[in-house]
């Protein structure tokens, strides 16, 4: 058990906050991609997910003109738009909220998923796919407990403690994070 995943699971535990996963890599090696895969195959399984995805801008979560817009820009701190289907919360802010403020936003769940942020101390999956031609994070971030990848690790190996996945066996990338998520219910 890496330091990673006794932090999250003890944050998650003292606060009941469900354990949360980070799935990281380059831009264009196929995070979104294997969770649009991922998430179907969880839900069917039973399992609830929440995902956290970061930007590194700005976003524009609203239509400008509509009226919950225009709300937000005459100065409302927050904005709830509601409908029969879903909903949505718009807030203000002036820095990024920390990963606890982002989880108490949350319904209760079973997995959060966090696409991005790949500096936070939290277990992660890392994607890699060698044609992206960025180095790995692996072999120097100890948060990282499995590699999905696309290729045969490399000649020099795995380090101990970090799985290799088949980034293109998502039934099998899903036995993982149950049996991942296994383990952090046990504690």
């Known amino acids: 058990?890496?330091?990673?995943?006794?932090?999250?699971?003890?944050?998650?535990?003292?606060?009941?906050?469900?354990?949360?996963?980070?799935?990281?890599?380059?831009?264009?090696?196929?995070?979104?991609?294997?969770?649009?895969?991922?998430?179907?195959?969880?839900?069917?399984?039973?399992?609830?997910?929440?995902?956290?995805?970061?930007?590194?801008?700005d976003i524009v979560l609203?239509?400008?003109?509509?009226?919950?817009?225009?709300?937000?820009?005459?100065?409302?701190?927050?904005v709830m738009v509601v409908s029969p289907q879903r909903w949505g919360l718009f807030a203000e802010t002036t820095e990024m909220p920390t990963l606890e403020q982002q989880l108490q936003r949350l319904a209760p769940v079973d997995l959060v998923l966090v696409e991005g942020q790949k500096q936070l101390a939290i277990?992660?999956?890392?994607?890699?796919r060698p044609a992206v031609g960025a180095l790995p994070r692996y072999p120097a971030d100890c948060h990282i407990i499995a590699v999905a990848s696309d290729a045969a690790p490399a000649a020099e190996g795995v380090p101990p403690g970090i799985a290799w996945l088949d980034l293109n066996d998502v039934p099998g990338v899903a036995d993982f994070l149950q049996q991942w998520l296994q383990r952090q219910?046990?504690?």
């Open 1 to 57: 058990m890496g330091m990673a995943e006794d932090n999250a699971a003890s944050v998650a535990a003292a606060q009941r906050l469900p354990p949360v996963l980070g799935m990281v890599g380059w831009s264009g090696s196929g995070k979104t991609t294997l969770l649009e895969q991922l998430l179907p195959v969880l839900r069917a399984r039973g399992v609830s997910v929440s995902v956290i995805k970061h930007s590194h801008h």
């Open 62 to 78: 609203d239509v400008p003109g509509k009226d919950s817009d225009r709300h937000r820009r005459a100065g409302a701190q927050e």
């Open 185 to 187: 219910q046990q504690k």
């Open 123 to 128: 277990p992660k999956i890392e994607i890699v």
